[in-house]
């Protein structure tokens, strides 16, 4: 049977997942549908863009809380708690370095928005990881046999798979697309809606 103390213990444990997982859900909604419909925010370029407007504080709230909740989160080996000290420090970076305005993140004009994007960058790589690599080695480095356990970690591959993803979609338009079809993505917020499909792929993970 397990102990009291070890039964809070998951519970705290999931709780912080969960809570990783609602942040990431309803942030993309919050900037994107509700800033456009409530306050009157056009979609910007990126997430990151939307420091720049009056939905300032939410994005850096919602980063502030996802890197804080990181750093309460511990898995099973050090090497989880390193990554989750990784994607701590990546997530406050994204809060604290803004990207310069009116921007995108390859062309920067103060090393803070450079900042910025390293620590994105980071983040995203961050979380892919989890989804590729802890979330489904966890239970098989402890022997454990869970409920839909086979579903579950094809849910988090296919997450971490779907981030990396949009991270080479998103890449290839910063680096490789000639200006003519960049100005055309640009027209249709291409980073933003990469971003968005990043976000929730992780917080599917995390829920």
């Known amino acids: 049977a397990i102990s009291e103390n070890a039964q809070a213990l998951v519970v705290s444990y999931l709780g912080i997942r969960r809570a990783i997982g609602i942040v990431g859900l309803l942030l993309p909604i919050i900037l994107g549908p509700v ?8 979609i910007q370029d990126n997430m990151s863009s939307y420091y720049h407007t009056v939905l300032r504080d939410v994005f ?24 989750a000290n990784i994607g701590c420090l990546s997530a406050l970076g994204v809060a604290l370095c803004p990207l310069d305005a009116n921007s995108d993140p ?19 790589l961050t979380l892919a990881f989890y989804s590729l690599y802890h979330f489904p080695s966890s239970n098989a480095n402890k022997h454990e046999v869970a409920p839909h356990e086979a579903q579950r970690n094809f849910v988090y591959r296919v997450s971490g798979l779907v981030i990396l993803a949009s991270m080479i979609a998103s ?27 990043a976000v929730w792929s992780f917080a599917s993970a995390w829920l």
Do not use: K
Request: net charge negative; aromatic share 26%; with cysteine.
């Open 60 to 83: 850096v709230g919602a980063m502030c809380a996802m890197g804080i909740f990181l750093f309460c989160y511990r898995g099973y080996d050090w090497i989880e708690g390193w990554t």
């Open 35 to 42: 800033g456009w419909f409530v306050f009157g925010v056009e």
């Open 106 to 124: 390859l062309h920067q004009s103060s090393l803070v928005g450079y900042l910025h994007t390293v620590f994105g960058g980071a983040f995203f």
């Open 171 to 197: 890449g290839s338009y910063l680096f490789l697309l000639p200006a003519e079809w960049v100005r055309i993505c640009n027209d249709y917020n291409f980073l933003f809606w990469m971003e968005w499909v």
